[in-house]
Nanobody, 125 residues
Framework: QVQLVESGGGSVQAGGSLTLSCTAS?????MGWFRQAPGKEREGVAV????????YYADSVKGRFTISQDKRKNMVYLIMNSLKPEDTAMYYC?????????????????????WGQGTQVTVSS
């Protein structure tokens, strides 16, 4: 069982930046960030394969968000720049320990079996 603890959410004005952090209690094969806004489905934002470092991004955040990791600390970060009001959501850290290549499914929540409690990000216009 892997436990995930997120931090770093908050409120910011449009155009601002925030960095989210997630610490895993054990080994993971891939980790990612998902978000869910009120009334909307949860969507994948960014994923990193912890071993090789491959990253995947939703089209809506490409060029604005960066996912990175600190392997020694079992941590991943989501650096969010140029934030928009439509980025407002609860952000969840997700992880999976199964060594399965995800390819086109990396941004699907069904590819993950561990989830954090979530951290709120609010972007005001």
């Amino acid at each position: 069982q892997v436990q995930l603890v997120e931090s770093g959410g908050g409120s910011v004005q449009a155009g601002g930046s925030l960095t989210l952090s997630c610490t895993a209690s054990g080994y993971t094969y891939k980790m990612g960030w998902f978000r869910q806004a009120p009334g909307k489905e949860r969507e994948g934002v960014a994923v990193i394969v912890t071993g090789g470092g491959s990253t995947y991004y939703a089209d809506s955040v490409k060029g604005r968000f960066t996912i990175s990791q600190d392997k020694r600390k079992n941590m991943v970060y989501l650096i969010m720049n140029s934030l928009k009001p439509e980025d407002t959501a609860m952000y969840y850290c997700a992880a999976d320990a199964r060594p399965l290549w995800c390819g086109g499914t990396c941004l699907q929540d069904t590819s993950y079996n561990y989830w954090g409690q979530g951290t709120q990000v609010t972007v005001s216009s």
